[in-house]
């Protein structure tokens, strides 16, 4: 089974080209769903949040995210370590995933999978751009949150330019014309691949 990576910085537009790939027939992982699924279903995963965050970090079963949201932002140590808790588990879990696939290739999507050494694990990569003044602007209207806080996430993420380096190909989002155009050169270079 051959494994791409899909990756971008905040607000890049991932989800836009996962779902390009999906309606290609590709099954797309989204490592971030996954991530808060486990977190919800997992009893090890609770208990070491638990453990981590003290008693406040779920509230009736759910997890308190403007809590850990507000530790985190303050001190980053608690970020890494969130990570080393709930990261092996959701790769663990992608595997298992990825064996009950049907696909000449499978996308794993994952925000940070250069940061988290991610990439390793995977035969391509693709890495989806778009300005950062695009992104911004996307992610205010999208999400009930600050400049302040996108600009924190955003520097806990490479930058386009790393992540260029080290990928196998690249995605531009521009228009949605453009990323189907390109998502479909990909997905025949990938063809002839397997």
Known sequence: MIIVGLTGGIGSGKTTVAKQFMELGIPVYIA??????????????????????????????????????????????????????VHPRV???FKKWALKQDAPYVIKEVAILFENGGDKACDYVITVTA??????????????????????????QWSDEEKIKKSDFVIENTTLKSIEK??????NQILKKV
């Open 32 to 85: 971030d769903e996954e991530a808060k699924n486990l977190m919800h279903r997992s009893k090890i995963i609770k208990r070491k949040l638990n453990q981590l965050f003290g008693d406040k970090a779920y509230i009736d079963g759910k997890l308190n995210k403007p809590f850990i949201a507000d530790i985190i932002f303050n001190d980053k140590s608690f970020l890494q370590k969130m990570n080393a808790i």
């Open 91 to 93: 790769a663990k879990h």
């Open 131 to 156: 300005k950062k003044a695009v992104r911004i602007k996307r992610l205010l209207e999208r999400d009930n949150t600050s400049k302040e806080k996108i600009e924190a996430i955003m520097k806990n």
């Open 182 to 187: 390109q998502v479909l050169k990909i997905h």
